[in-house]
T-cell receptor, first 112, second 112 residues
């Protein structure tokens, strides 16, 4: 089976812009979670989607949003980018909500 | 609130030395426990997991971990490390929902 794929792999944006990241889960997986990884804060949970519904949300401002489509693919959006949003954004998929999560390679976002 | 604590931020070992990385979590309910590894330039990979049953679990590449419920611990061990084990190791826990809580990570450097 193909693993979790994320596009794009790298992004450079400027402050104030918005960005959309995409994630395709492993075939058959219905749960998708997003994480932000930074050197200072480590890996932090953003949100979880299951059956096209957001089931769980981390402690991030409303500028961070996401959605899941009927084919389980997911997107996350960050509006009004700030310098502190520079990070590696990881997507993970699992068959069921509390099941093992498998991670994609991430999207490296740099905000200038 | 759930939290995960990894005891060491950076561990330096020589090849063939034994490894033990500490992980403690706080959560009152049923948990699933994981160790993930991130090799340089690669994405986060599952090393091993504990859901239930035998508290001593074996993972890939000769790693094992022991779940001690009374101590809320899930320590990772390897009898003899190799240079190729140089990586960052993350302990993680989730409850009944698809939200992984990660420790801060332990960077392991193995000297040849």
């Amino acid at each position: 089976k193909a693993g979790v794929t994320q596009t794009p792999r790298y992004l450079i944006k400027t402050r104030g812009q918005q960005v959309t990241l995409s994630c395709s889960p492993i075939s058959g997986h219905r749960s998708v979670s997003w994480y932000q990884q930074t050197p200072g804060q480590g890996l932090q949970f953003l949100f979880e989607y299951f059956s096209e519904t957001q089931r769980n949300k981390g402690n991030f401002p409303g500028r961070f949003s996401g959605r899941q489509f009927s084919n389980s693919r997911s997107e996350m959006n960050v509006s009004t980018l700030e310098l502190g949003d520079s990070a590696l954004y990881l997507c993970a998929s699992s068959f069921a909500r509390a099941d093992t999560q498998y991670f994609g390679p991430g999207t490296r976002l740099t905000v200038l | 609130a759930q939290s995960v604590s990894q005891h060491n931020h950076h561990v330096i070992l020589s090849e063939a030395a034994s490894l033990e990385l500490g992980c403690n979590y706080s959560y009152g309910g049923t948990v699933n426990l994981f160790w993930y590894v991130q090799y340089p330039g690669q994405h986060l990979q599952l090393l091993l997991k504990y859901f239930s049953g035998d508290p001593l679990v074996k993972g890939i590449k000769g790693f094992e971990a022991e779940f001690i419920k009374s101590k809320f611990s899930f320590n990772l061990r390897k009898p003899s490390v190799q240079w190729s084990d140089t990586a960052e190791y993350f302990c993680a826990v989730n409850g009944l929902r698809g939200k992984l809580i990660f420790g801060q990570g332990t960077e392991l450097s193995v000297k040849p």
